[in-house]
């Protein structure tokens, strides 16, 4: 699968980690920005580019896109028609929460196919557990799902 990178300065590090991560997945690596370290950056340009793509092609491609938190990036990337991004918080804080696994719900139920991390949050460690983990989980096709999915995708008409 064609894999879409994007993040500002706070993301940059993870995502040249993630990068080769992800190559080593068996999936192919797109970098949309930025390419250098840039302390005076925004976001925004970068998510748009990532969002693009999977907004024009959301059945053929997926991205990542990282930043200091990754609540601004996911809001950037959801004004794109066809894109669910989904930001992921860490992991289950009890056992218990294990049965609500959120991220797996963001491929099953909401096919979402923009995955925003926050670089502040979260380690190289987690965050190849989680991308690995959201990579691999197939959307569910369950009709109630797209229907859901199809009806947030026309919400803006």
């Known amino acids: 699968m064609r894999i879409i990178f994007a993040a500002d300065h706070a993301g940059f590090s993870l995502k040249e980690h993630l990068k080769p991560f992800v190559e080593s997945l068996g999936h192919s690596v797109e970098d949309v920005g930025n390419t250098v370290l840039d302390e005076q950056d925004d976001y925004p340009a970068f998510v748009a580019g990532a969002a693009r793509i999977i907004s024009a092609h959301p ?52 096919d979402a196919n923009i995955l925003s991390l926050g670089a502040r949050f979260i380690t190289e460690d987690l965050a190849e557990r989680a991308v690995r983990r959201w990579l691999e989980i197939p959307f569910s096709g369950e009709e109630r799902h797209a229907r859901r999915n199809t009806a947030i995708d026309h919400l803006s008409e």
């Open 59 to 110: 059945e053929e491609a997926r991205a990542i896109v990282i930043g200091g938190s990754g609540q601004g990036e996911a809001i950037a990337a959801n004004r794109f028609p066809n894109v669910r991004a989904v930001v992921y918080a860490g992991e289950p804080v009890t056992k218990e929460d294990e049965a609500l696994d959120m991220l797996a719900l963001t491929r099953e139920h909401n």
